[in-house]
Each structure stands twice: as C-alpha cells, then as structure tokens.
Nanobody, 123 residues
C-alpha cells in the first residue's frame, strides 16, 4: 500500500507564494507520473500540473508562468511552487500519482490520491 501525504497549504494574500509538497510512502513501487489537481468551491476538479518520471511537465493554462512543479525521485516527493497567487487559485489541492506496484505476481499499475490541502488566497 502507498500513501500520499500533502503539506504546505495555508492562507496567503494575493501576490504571495506557497510551496506544496507531496510525499509518497510505502514499499515496492515506482512513481511514473505525479501531479497536482485542485477543486474550488462549486467547481469541478481540474488539473494544475503534472510531471513524468523523465521530468516532462504539463501545466494548466491558468497557472503557466506562475506555478512550477518539480520532483525529487530519491525522496519520492513532488513539489508545487506557487507564485503570484490570485484569489481564483483558492481551492483544495490534491496530489495524484500513477504508480507501478511490484509484487510476487508481477508489476501492476495503480493510481493514488492524497487527502488534499487547502489553499486560500485573500484579495
């Protein structure tokens, strides 16, 4: 079993910065793609940014140039540096990972989600 634990959310004024972290713990797994999604009040969950095992990144248009995703493979951790925050960035941010799980029966793919961390940007 694998757990994704997010941290770093909080309350910040518009124009400020926050850094989210998501650490994956468990055994016998490899992280393929990992990223961040968010759900604002009354809205559907949306992709924020993802990063593959080779380091290729993908960003939502709304955060390009302001947010940066990175990963530390040795620590099984992904980060989201959020700068120039806007009130519309207010949401619960979720970490999500596509993993390869290794067992006696061979490798298998599985997706995991974190519990979410609240980011609130005041105007």
């Amino acid at each position: 079993q694998v757990q994704l634990v997010e941290s770093g959310g909080g309350l910040v004024q518009a124009g400020g910065s926050l850094r989210l972290s998501c650490a994956a713990s468990g055994s016998a797994f490899r992280i393929n793609s990992i990223g961040w999604y968010r759900r604002a009040p009354g809205k559907q969950r949306e992709l924020v940014a993802t990063i593959t095992s080779s380091g290729s990144t993908n960003y939502a248009d709304s955060v390009k140039g302001r947010f940066t995703i990175s990963r530390d493979n040795a620590k099984n951790t992904v980060y989201l540096q959020m700068n120039s925050l806007k009130p519309e960035d207010t949401a619960v941010y979720y970490c999500a990972a596509g993993l390869t799980m290794y067992s006696a029966s061979g490798p298998s793919s599985k997706n995991y989600w974190g519990q979410g961390t609240q980011v609130t940007v005041s105007s």
